[in-house]
């Protein structure tokens, strides 16, 4: 049981660039999240999935994109990378009642 | 005025101590409030979840919610170095696998 993993954990691009943040999840959760922080902020919410096929828009979806084609799987990704996205990146996924959670380790981006 | 207020830090005490940590709300429509522990360059973990006013208690830790005055607390009894760490409140709608609103975290350092 790895419980949630991220791919990669650091990555710089170039401005215009466009990359894939992997995550994967083994608990079988339906629900799952992208979320990114910045420094001295809270989470922000970029996209969430409440099972496969399904999608939703968060607070921040702007450069972003996502799909979820298996219970197991929620690639985020950027196209044109811009410095704005610079962040941590963390996704998250949640049981149905919400007391389980598990977050990621993290990918740290950098757009130069 | 902010959805969600947290207590701006950093805060510093001495192993022992009592920490009370704090956020404020304006959205009444929240019902579900939930603390999180983060450690350095690591993801979020969950760490008191409550659907309720009153008071919740696992150990060391309680969080008090008072939904007339839209106030959650976060007590840390006996206060180790390993709790040295941000803590960030967030709340939800309908649940902890809601569109969550985060605080901007706190960080808290515990002496030896």
């Known amino acids: 049981n790895a419980g949630v993993t991220q791919t990669p954990k650091f990555r710089i691009l170039k401005i215009g660039q466009s990359m894939t943040l992997q995550c994967t999840q083994d608990?079988?959760?339906?629900?799952m999240y992208w979320y990114r922080q910045d420094p001295g902020m809270g989470l922000k919410l970029i996209y969430y999935?409440?099972?496969?096929?399904?999608?939703d828009k968060g607070e921040v979806p702007n450069g972003y994109n996502v799909s979820r084609s298996t219970t197991e799987d929620f690639p985020l990704r950027l196209e044109l990378a811009a410095p704005s996205q610079t962040s941590v990146y963390f996704c998250a996924s949640i049981n149905a009642g919400g007391e389980t959670q598990y977050f990621g380790p993290g990918t740290r981006l950098l757009v130069l | 005025q902010k959805e969600v207020e947290q207590d701006p830090g950093p805060l510093s005490v001495p192993e022992g101590a009592i920490v009370s940590l704090n956020c404020t709300y304006s959205?009444?429509?929240?019902?579900?409030f939930m603390w999180y522990r983060q450690y350095s360059r690591k993801g979020p973990e969950l760490l008191m979840y409550t659907y309720s006013s009153g008071n919740k208690e696992d150990g060391r830790f309680t969080a008090q919610v008072d939904k007339s005055s839209k106030y959650i607390s976060l007590f840390i009894r006996d206060s180790q170095p390993s709790d040295s760490a941000t803590y960030l409140c967030?709340?939800?709608?309908?649940?902890?696998?809601?569109?969550?609103?985060f605080g901007k975290g706190i960080t808290l350092s515990v002496r030896p």
């Open positions: 999935s409440v099972g496969a096929g399904i999608t």
């Open positions: 608990m079988n959760h339906n629900y």
């Open positions: 959205n009444s429509a929240f019902q579900y």
């Open positions: 967030a709340m939800g709608n309908t649940g902890a696998n809601s569109k969550l609103t």
